[in-house]
Structure formats: structure tokens, C-alpha cells
């Protein structure tokens, strides 16, 4: 049996492998002649170097990585998969990554000279720390500095500012469906004590995933959620429509859509001033 | 009067190769017809024709006097009823069960028995025999009990015409005569007609009024069983010398002749 | 052994109704069960939950009982047909080639995951059917083959799909009764009336599934018209099928558990079978649900997917099936 639908089947199959992004090999105009070359599989460590203005030493990095307008370059992965050759084609000095090193020994094995840097990113903390440790690897510490510096003296600053202030039971969920949420040991959960807040899931641990009695349970005064772009308008909805929760009540049901809210950068810190107002909208921000 | 009525039927599976070319039949009420041939001649396929299976390319069924494409599934059923060579059920059905089954074509949308239903299929049970094990399901009868109880579930349809595909083909000599006594005997009783297609010459001789010799898609010869059993017309469908030895009464008996031509 | 074949419609009508009785029981039961306190909203929330659960129990029993008397093979069920793997595909391709803004968003997942069932139930029925008709053998190599490739056709999609995008499939993959059916009528009714209409066509057929197990030819010769029959149950089974996966994602062993289960105690006549199991299989989706709903805090999760119940339930039921001569198939 090959009937005309079969073919068909297949003959979409093949254009649709074919038609697959194969990672470009790069020209040689890229390329910054002295500083180290850097590959960044994460999109966290490629947006903070972007930020730190290394972005001339970036040679390659993943699918999901997000690029400041205008910029482009080869591309090495995505979730799944890294193209060894893409690797190897943009000849880097140091391969960043965020995932198990385990996975790179044999990259590691064809390229000896390639120095594979492992960053963990969990606390606020760790994100200062990596902010110095990509500077010293870009062969600029002083730019890292200054911006773990900066980093550190905003949050400092958020924290005395919500002192002695009434602490708001605060919920973070992200997506409406079996949500998921931040709990104790995340970067999240600590943006929402340091924004004068008190995270109504800290009893649990890690990005737990929440039950929606568990939300009804817990009377939030507040809710974040964190939404894709096609689902806000839904998420929002729902969320509202929750009549029990003194959220939904006041109104204090906030969506966001940037998905830097659940990326370990120094963009964190913005964030947490937006949450320190929605929490204390009657404290004085002039 | 004929309760089955063939006339010029023709049919091929593919266009090209007919299997059927003109086959003439005219089975009366209350007789049993046994169609006899060689293996590939097309009585199997005869056989799905006028169960509906196939669309003949040329010809007519007649069913009661009505053409069987008039007739709906159930109209068809409640004339003409098959029994298979082998008896099977995929579920666990009770004998009684699978006997009220029958009377499908009976009934209405839930299935659900009348006590009519309920007396007809009792009826048909103990005419064949199977009252005795109606709570037993098939699996635990024998050959010959099975097949019993297939055709206490055509009776239950109270058709017109009885198809009997190789009834008795995997049945011990005993089975063999029972089923054929037991199909002879409805015939002679409820005026039932019979159509059995099968291989045995000599038992289908014995019982039938009518037998029908079958060759490539044809009827070769038609007739009770004195004036077909003829060593010629034998010898023509079936490609093999015979002898015929006259025993009593009945029809001769026939023996291929050995060594084969 | 009793003489089962004075099915009146007097002891019918009785058994569904104690059935009936018992499914609203455990209905009201399970939206009492939770761990926490039941206020109104909860218990709303709750009595749509396990609602949906019902009907899905409902959906895939009745569908998988249908489909074995259909191919008069105990190991089939819905998912031979396709329906799950080719929902996943409808699904996954929606996202990730951002079809889903075709439709409304309320539709689209539940729209994509129909649409995709119903897809590959056709390309089965293709792949299966000659001159019109239906091989039961076939339809069943038919449905495994289907599903294989759609299985290959997904990680394929995974290709395109972003890490967040995969993650949520491969939640929504395991199968699970959403919480928020309330806030979509438009979903829970139109599946509602599928559902329990596709319920009242199966048990119409009782008698003529009852006949199928003679074999076709005995069946037609009933006056069961045979081939109409099974391209209609086919039909029938892939959208009761598909408004369960439009809701819940694609629960499995379902349809293969409780069908059998029913033949146990109830025996094969598919009259009886079709209110029973389907009314049974409204209460273990509700049960399992409302246990997993339960019991996963104490495990530390928010939540166990039914699916995951099911299919750890329906393995090893899988397996026994195997290896046991069962009753009522030869």
C-alpha cells in the first residue's frame, strides 16, 4: 500500500527536515582580533554580556538566546542538540554554558584548547558573581566590576527602602495551567522579599508546580503571573475571575510577558522595583 | 414454487476474469440442493453472491419472488440464513445466546428479546438437539454440537432458504450424518429450503433432492442425484475416471478410480 | 450460570439507573475530597474538575469497548487509532508554527488537538480500509504504524519548538483533567453533547457488536450491516475520543482497562456492556483523578497527571492481559 496520502506524508516530512536552520558558518568579520572569543550556549550569560558591552567578543550562541536589535550571529543549538562543527566553526577561546558540563567532554576531547567555563545560577548572588567572572574572562574585570557593583547597590537600595513596611502575601505563578511557581532557593522568590513582599509559596522549595487549590488556599494579596504573549489575555482572565482570592478582590492581579522575569540577569533588578511599587503602591516613590 | 431463484448470474473479482459465468439455479420450498464441484470451480463465490457480498456483474437473484438488491439487511435475513464451515465466537456467549441472535433481524433497536423471540429460539434449540447444553458457551462443544447450534441459530431466523457452507468438512462420519439428517428433516418439517455446497458426493447424493454439478463458474449438471450422478458428466467436472456402484435403493456410490489419469 | 439472555428492558433500564446513581455519588464524593477547605469556589472548581473526568472515563470506555467488539480483539482500544499521537501532533505543530492564532484562544488548543485526532483517523481509515470496507487486522497494524510516525513526527516538531514549548507538551502529553474547563462552556458543553451522543449511537448497536463476534459473514447474514457498522462506530469512537483528548490531553489505558474489567463481572453482551462500562469508566477517571489530585501533596508534588495513574495502572493490567487465556476471547 502506498497510497497518495502516504507520499504526501512523507514528501512534507522531507521538506521540513531539509528546511531545517543549519547553523551558519561564520566570515571572518566578526571577529575581534586581540580579546578572547566567546561562545555562549546560554541565553542568561549571553544577555549579560551583551549588557556589558562585550558583545564584540560573542562568536556564536544558542536558538534561544535573545539578541539585542540589530545584532546576528551563528548559531550552535538549540534545547536538544549542539552542533559540534558550529562549535568548532567560529573557533571560540572559552565556551560558556549553564547545562551539565558532562555533555561537553567530547567537545572538549576534539578541542583541548578550549577552555569550557560552567556557570550555576540560582541567588541574586550568583548573578554579581557571574556578572566579575564573565568581565575576568573577557579579559575586562573592571567592566564586571562596575556592573556587579551597580547590581548589588540597587538591590541594597530596594531593601532598605521596604523596611519596616507592611509585607503583602505575594504569589509568583507562571501560566494559568498547572502553574509554575518560585519557591525558596530562587532568584524569584528572592526578588519578591527584597521588594518588601512575602512569597506565599517560600514553604516550598525550587520552581515548584502549584495546584490551583494551592493558589486558593494560599490568599495571595497579590499575584504575578508571568505569561507568554499569546496567553496574558487568558491567564489575566482566569486569574481574575478567582473571586475568593483578595487579589483578585483589590484588583492586584499583575501580568508580565518579558521573559527576562525568569532569566538570572542584572535585568532583575528593574523587575524588582516594579514589584516593589505594585506591592506598596501607597508608599511614597517620588 | 422456488423460494431462490438464480438466473445468468455472473460476477468476476476482477474485470477480465469472470468466476461466475451464467450460473442457472431454482431452488423450490421444502428441498435440499447440494451444489457439488471441483475446488476453484466458484462456489464460494457463488455462495457470497447470494449472501449479499458481492454485486454480480450480470444476472438477477430472486429471493421470494423479489430481487435481492431490493431487500434491506434485515429483510434478506429474515429470509435467507447461513451457517458457516466452523462455528467460532470471539465472546463467551452461551449457546442460548448466541441462538437469540437469530433473531437479529426480528427485532428493534436495543436488541431487546420479545417473548416471542425468547419461545423461537427455545424451539430452535431443542429441534437441534442443543436444549441440553444452552447455558455452556462453544468452546466446550464438540465438532459436531457447534454446528448443531449454528444451525439452531439460522432456524431462529425462520428463513425462506438455509445456506450451509461445508457443514460437515471437519466432522467425524457420525457428525457428518447427523448434521445432514438434521438439515433434510427442517426441510421435510417447515418447508425450508436448503442449499448446501460441499465435497462429499456420496452423503450430499444420499439426502438431496436436487444436486448441482459446478465447473469454471457454470452449471455443469442439474438434477436429482439419479439422473447427475452419471460417470461422464463426472468424469467432465471433476477431470477423474469414476465408478459408480449401485447399492439399494438410493442414489449410486461413487468412487474415484485409481490410478489417476 | 444465570440465563443472561433475558435481557428485558426493565433490568436494563435498572442497572443504568444504579449506575447512574452510583456516578453521581462518587461525583458529589470526590468534589468533598481535597486537601483544603471547601469554600464555594473551590467546590465549583471542583465539580467541573471531576465532571470532566467523568465524561472523559465515560468517553474512553465506552469508546474502547466499541472498538474491541469492532475488531474483535481484546487489545484495542482508542489509541490504536491514532487519536492521542495525532492530537499530540495537532497540538505541537500549532505551537510551534504558531497556527493556534487561526483560532480563538479559547479553541485553539482543544480545536488543534481535535483537528489532529481526527487527521490521523483518517489517514488510518485509508491506510486500512479496500474497496470501502474495513480489515479488523489491518485497521489495527493500520493504527500502531500511525502512531509511530506521528511519534517520529513530534520529535521532529520538537526541532522548532522552544524549550518552554516542549516542556508544556510534554506535560500536556501526559494527560491530565485541566482545572479551568469552567472558565470554557463553549469546550465543556460542545464535548458534553459528543460525547453523550456518540454514548447513545454505541448502545443502539449493542446487538450488532454482540453479532460481530460470529465472524462478517454470520453477522451480515443477520442482518447486521457489517461494514456500514463499522466505518459509523469508527467515526463515532474517533470524536468521542477526541473530545476527551480535547480536554484532558491523551489519557491512556482507559479504554482498555475498564471494558475488560466490565467483561469480568458483567459477561460479553455488549448491550449491557456499553451503559456499564461507560458508567464505570466514569467513576475510575473521576477516582483516579481525585487521587491524584490528592495524594501528589503528600508526595511532595502539586499534582500527579491521571495519565501517569492510568498508564502505571495499565501496564502491568496490559501484561496480565497476555499472559492469561482471557475469559470470553478463545
Known amino acids: 500500500m502506498r497510497s497518495p496520502l502516504a507520499k504526501t506524508l512523507l514528501a512534507i516530512l522531507v521538506t521540513m527536515l531539509t528546511a531545517c536552520s543549519s547553523p551558519r558558518v561564520p ?27 562585550l558583545g564584540g567578543q560573542v562568536v556564536g550562541v544558542s536558538r534561544y538566546c535573545g539578541l539585542p536589535e540589530g545584532e546576528q550571529r551563528p548559531v550552535l543549538g538549540d534545547a536538544l542538540t549542539v552542533s559540534t562543527e558550529a562549535v568548532l566553526a567560529t573557533q571560540p577561546d572559552i565556551l560558556l554554558i549553564q547545562s551539565d558540563p558532562a555533555k561537553y567532554a567530547p567537545l572538549q576531547q576534539l578541542a583541548p584548547d578550549l577552555s569550557i567555563e560552567h556557570f550555576s545560577i540560582e541567588t541574586l548572588a550568583d548573578i554579581s558573581k557571574a556578572l566579575r567572572r564573565l568581565g575576568t574572562l573577557a579579559g575586562q574585570p573592571e567592566r564586571g566590576e562596575q556592573h556587579a557593583v551597580a547590581l548589588e547597590t540597587g538591590l541594597d537600595a530596594l531593601r532598605s527602602q521596604t523596611i519596616g513596611l507592611d509585607r503583602p502575601k505575594v504569589l509568583f505563578v507562571m501560566g ?17 522579599e527584597l521588594a518588601g513582599g512575602q512569597n506565599a509559596a517560600g514553604d516550598l522549595e525550587g520552581w515548584p508546580t502549584l495546584s490551583l487549590e494551592y493558589v486558593l ?21 482566569r486569574w481574575s475571575s478567582l473571586e475568593d482570592l483578595p487579589a483578585a478582590q483589590l484588583g492586584r492581579i499583575h501580568v508580565v510577558t518579558e521573559p527576562s522575569w525568569t532569566l538570572p540577569t542584572p535585568l532583575l533588578l528593574g523587575h524588582a522595583q516594579q514589584l516593589e511599587a505594585w506591592f506598596h503602591p501607597e508608599a511614597d516613590h517620588g | 414454487m422456488s423460494v431462490l431463484d438464480v438466473r445468468d448470474l455472473h460476477f468476476g473479482y476482477t474485470p477480465g476474469r469472470p468466476v461466475l459465468r451464467g450460473v442457472d439455479l431454482d431452488l423450490p420450498a421444502g428441498s435440499l440442493c447440494s451444489i457439488l464441484g471441483p475446488n476453484g470451480s466458484g462456489k464460494t463465490t457463488l455462495l457470497r453472491c447470494l449472501l449479499g457480498q458481492h454485486t454480480p456483474s450480470a444476472g438477477s437473484i430472486l429471493l421470494g419472488g423479489q430481487p435481492m438488491q431490493s431487500l434491506s439487511a434485515k429483510q434478506q435475513a429474515r429470509q435467507l440464513a447461513y451457517v458457516p464451515q466452523l462455528p467460532s465466537s470471539a465472546f463467551a456467549f452461551t449457546v442460548r445466546e448466541l441462538v437469540a ?16 423471540d425468547r419461545d423461537r429460539v427455545t424451539d430452535a434449540l431443542a429441534r437441534t438437539g442443543t436444549l441440553a447444553f444452552a447455558d455452556r458457551t462453544l468452546g466446550e462443544l464438540s465438532g459436531g454440537e457447534a454446528q448443531c447450534v449454528m444451525i439452531a441459530r439460522a432456524l431462529a431466523q425462520q428463513p425462506q432458504v438455509m445456506l450451509l457452507d461445508e457443514p460437515t468438512s471437519h466432522l467425524d462420519l457420525r457428525n457428518q450424518l447427523l448434521i445432514y439428517r438434521l438439515v433434510r428433516q427442517l426441510t421435510r418439517e417447515r418447508g425450508m429450503a436448503a442449499l448446501v455446497v460441499g465435497h462429499d458426493i456420496n452423503l450430499a447424493a444420499r439426502h438431496s433432492d436436487q444436486l448441482v454439478l459446478f465447473r469454471e463458474g457454470r452449471v455443469a449438471a442439474r438434477g436429482c442425484p439419479d439422473d447427475v450422478l452419471k460417470a461422464p458428466l463426472l468424469r467432465d467436472t471433476y477431470g477423474v475416471e469414476v465408478d459408480l456402484w449401485e447399492v439399494g435403493e438410493g442414489p449410486p456410490l461413487v468412487q474415484a478410480r485409481e490410478p489417476l489419469g | 450460570m444465570a440465563d443472561r439472555s433475558q435481557l428485558t428492558a426493565g433490568r436494563l433500564a435498572l442497572t443504568f439507573l444504579g449506575l447512574a446513581a452510583l456516578v453521581a455519588l462518587v461525583w458529589a464524593g470526590c468534589t468533598m475530597l481535597g486537601r483544603y477547605d471547601l469554600t464555594p469556589q473551590v467546590w465549583r472548581f471542583r465539580a467541573v474538575r471531576v465532571f470532566a473526568a467523568g465524561l472523559i472515563g465515560l468517553a474512553l470506555a465506552s469508546g474502547g469497548l466499541a472498538l ?22 495537532g497540538v505541537l505543530m500549532g505551537r510551534a508554527m504558531a497556527l493556534d492564532a487561526f483560532f480563538p484562544r479559547w479553541l485553539s488548543e482543544p480545536a488543534l488537538a481535535a483537528v489532529g485526532g481526527l487527521a490521523t483517523c483518517f489517514v488510518v481509515w485509508g491506510i486500512a480500509q479496500r474497496r470501502g470496507r474495513l480489515d479488523p487486522f489491518v485497521l489495527l497494524l493500520a493504527g500502531v504504524i500511525v502512531n509511530v510516525f506521528n511519534g517520529a513526527l513530534i520529535l521532529v516538531l520538537f526541532l522548532f519548538a522552544s524549550p518552554d514549548d516542549i516542556a508544556s507538551f510534554v506535560g500536556w502529553g501526559m494527560g491530565q483533567v485541566p482545572d479551568w474547563l469552567i472558565t470554557q462552556p463553549g469546550l465543556a458543553w460542545s464535548s458534553t453533547a459528543i460525547v453523550l451522543a456518540g454514548w447513545v449511537f454505541l448502545l443502539l448497536r449493542g446487538s450488532a457488536f454482540n453479532a460481530l463476534g460470529m465472524g462478517d459473514t454470520v453477522a451480515a447474514s443477520l442482518g447486521v450491516p457489517v461494514h456500514r457498522l463499522r466505518i459509523e462506530t469508527f467515526v463515532v469512537v474517533s470524536l468521542m475520543t477526541a473530545a476527551a483528548v480535547a480536554i484532558a490531553g ?10 475488560h474489567a466490565c467483561r469480568l463481572i458483567f459477561g460479553p453482551d455488549h448491550r449491557v456492556l456499553v451503559v456499564v462500562a461507560g458508567l464505570l469508566g466514569a467513576i475510575f477517571v473521576m477516582l483516579a483523578d481525585t487521587a491524584c489530585r490528592t495524594v501528589g501533596e503528600w508526595v511532595g508534588l502539586a499534582e500527579i497527571p491521571v495519565g501517569v495513574l492510568t498508564a502505571l495502572a495499565g501496564g ?3 501484561i496480565l492481559l497476555l499472559r492469561r487465556r482471557f475469559q470470553g476471547m478463545p
Not at chain 1, 217 to 237: G, I, K, N, T
Not at chain 3, 72 to 84: D, F, Q, V
Request: charged share 15%; proline share 10%; with cysteine.
Open chain 2, 101 to 116: 441472535m437469530g433473531r437479529y433481524a426480528h427485532q428493534g433497536a436495543l436488541g431487546l428479546a420479545s417473548s416471542d
Open chain 3, 250 to 259: 491523551p489519557v491512556g489505558f482507559v479504554g482498555l482497562i475498564v471494558p
Open chain 1, 217 to 237: 488556599a494560599a490568599q495571595p494579596d497579590v499575584l504575578v503571573c508571568w505569561s507568554s504573549p499569546q496567553d496574558a489575555e487568558r491567564d489575566r482572565q
Open chain 3, 316 to 318: 502491568p493490567f496490559f
Open chain 1, 27 to 53: 566570515g571572518p568579520d566578526h571577529l575581534a582580533p586581540v580579546t578572547p572569543r566567546m561562545a555562549s550556549l546560554a541565553p542568561a550569560l549571553t544577555k549579560m554580556l551583551f549588557d556589558l558591552g
Open chain 1, 176 to 192: 494559568s495551567e498547572k502553574p509554575g511557581s518560585a519557591g525558596r532557593g530562587s532568584f524569584v522568590h528572592e526578588l519578591i
Open chain 3, 68 to 89: 474491541q467488539g469492532l475488531v474483535r480483539n481484546p487489545l484495542a482500544e482508542p489509541y490504536i487509532l491514532g487519536i492521542s499521537s495525532g492530537a499530540g501532533v
